[in-house]
């Protein structure tokens, strides 16, 4: 359930990067392990990974928080930073963006591969950022860790914007209109 009122303090230490989602989606999280993995050795960061299982990455330090719905909010909080790798296959194409909305909607700058609606969900550079490539991601990670400044505007710009175009209060005359 979405709280309006939590909104992620980028000045919040550890500085941490994280990933949420099943194990059926552990193939699309190894995506951005090599990245990941060197961005761990450069700078005094934490990898955060939330999901039904321990995904077991080895040469990989990282914490593991079993999902539990009520505590997703509270462990999401935890993450200065969510990314959202995906293959580029058709069953990937069908999803719905919906770990950059959660994200988003808690003020946590989102990195998402650049594929079906992730590419309307998230706006590059303005409310969040593409990464394809090992160089993209560590690049545009490094550049989120290095900056609070950046990782909250690009933070509160996500929340706006999941607000204004995601939320039950967005949607509500939409779909009364279903009705009518």
């Given at each position: 359930k979405f709280n309006s009122n939590?909104?992620?303090?980028?000045?919040d230490k550890p500085l941490t990067i994280g990933w949420t989602g099943t194990f059926?989606?552990?193939?699309?999280?190894?995506?951005a392990i090599p990245a990941i993995k060197k961005l761990l050795c450069k700078f005094?960061?934490?990898?955060?990974?939330?999901?039904d299982k321990d995904p077991e990455i080895e040469d990989l330090n990282y914490t593991f928080i079993?999902?539990?719905k009520e505590t997703e909010i509270d462990d999401m909080m935890k993450m200065n930073i969510g990314i959202m790798p995906l293959l580029k296959t058709d069953v990937q194409l069908g999803k719905c963006g919906f770990k950059a909305i959660q994200y988003m909607s808690l003020g946590i700058p989102?990195?998402?591969t650049p594929f079906g609606v992730?590419?309307?969900?998230?706006?590059?550079?303005?409310?969040g950022f593409w990464a394809d490539t090992d160089d993209e991601w560590f690049s545009t990670l490094e550049q989120l860790i290095v900056s609070n400044?950046?990782?909250s505007k690009i933070g509160i710009d996500a929340q706006k914007k999941i607000i204004a175009h995601y939320s039950v209060k967005s949607t509500a005359d939409s779909f009364i209109s279903l009705f009518h």
């Open positions: 939590k909104t992620k303090n980028q000045k059926t989606n552990f193939i699309n999280l190894h995506l005094q960061v934490e990898f955060l990974i939330i999901a079993k999902w539990n989102s990195v998402v992730n590419t309307e969900v998230v706006r590059n550079g303005i409310d400044e950046l990782r």
